[in-house]
Nanobody, 124 residues
Framework: QVQLVESGGGLVQVGDSLRLSCAAS????????MAWFRQAPGKERESVAA????????NYAGSLKGRFTISRNNAKNTVYLQMNSLKSEDTAVYYC?????????????????WGQGTQVTVSS
């Protein structure tokens, strides 16, 4: 079993930056792909980015690549999401997810464990 705890969300202004963290515990963190998803009010949960265990492969939702960066520190069992040039449409609850595989897919079905989410609100 894996427990995931997100942090770093909050209220920011359009154009600001924010870094989310996801701390994993409960079992060996190695050889697992990790990902970030988000869900805005009234919308389905959508993929943001994914990363394999070594960090050598990342995948992004097309519209977010260039503004968002996913990274991980396996020594700290933590995955990060750096978000720059935030827009009002980035407002959502952001979820961290862990997979039993090491394939950095952005599909929800690839992930077995989910955090509780952290709210990001971008105000204009």
């Amino acid at each position: 079993q894996v427990q995931l705890v997100e942090s770093g969300g909050g209220l920011v202004q359009v154009g600001d930056s924010l870094r989310l963290s996801c701390a994993a515990s409960g079992r060996t963190f190695s050889r697992t792909a990790m990902a970030w998803f988000r869900q805005a009010p009234g919308k389905e949960r959508e993929s943001v980015a994914a990363i394999n265990w070594s960090g050598s492969r990342t995948n992004y939702a097309g519209s977010l690549k260039g503004r968002f960066t996913i990274s991980r520190n396996n020594a700290k069992n933590t995955v990060y999401l750096q978000m720059n040039s935030l827009k009002s449409e980035d407002t959502a609850v952001y979820y961290c997810a862990a997979s039993n595989s090491d394939i950095a897919l952005t599909l929800k079905s690839n992930y077995n464990y989910w955090g509780q989410g952290t709210q990001v609100t971008v105000s204009s």
